[in-house]
Nanobody, 124 residues
């Protein structure tokens, strides 16, 4: 069983930075992609970024391009999300996900495992 544990959320002022971490454990060999999604109050969960374990290809939602960076630490089986120039609209619960999506990496159905989420709040 795969377990994902997010950390690093918190409260930050607009323009500030946060770094989220997702630690993985268990049988992760079937998952070739890690991703971050977020869910803002009253909204559906939305794709943020993804990275392939092999090759390191990265993918971003348009709303975070140039501000967020996803990276992986294969030795530690962890994935990071560096978030810079944060805006109040980035406020959400951020979820880490693992899977092997066969179509677009931005679709939730491509991911089999999810973390519990970590709250990110950006004040104006």
């Amino acid at each position: 069983q795969v377990q994902l544990v997010e950390s690093g959320g918190g409260l930050v002022q607009a323009g500030g930075s946060l770094r989220l971490s997702c630690a993985t454990s268990g049988r992760t060999f079937s998952s070739n992609t890690m991703a971050w999604f977020r869910q803002a109050p009253g909204k559906e969960r939305a794709f943020v970024a993804a990275i392939r374990w092999s090759g390191g290809n990265t993918y971003y939602a348009d709303s975070v391009k140039g501000r967020f960076t996803i990276s992986r630490d294969s030795a530690k089986n962890s994935v990071l999300l560096q978030m810079n120039s944060l805006k109040p609209e980035d406020t959400a619960v951020y979820y880490c996900a693992a899977g092997a999506p066969t179509t677009r990496v931005s679709l939730e159905r491509g991911y089999d495992y999810w973390g519990q989420g970590t709250q990110v709040t950006v004040s104006s």
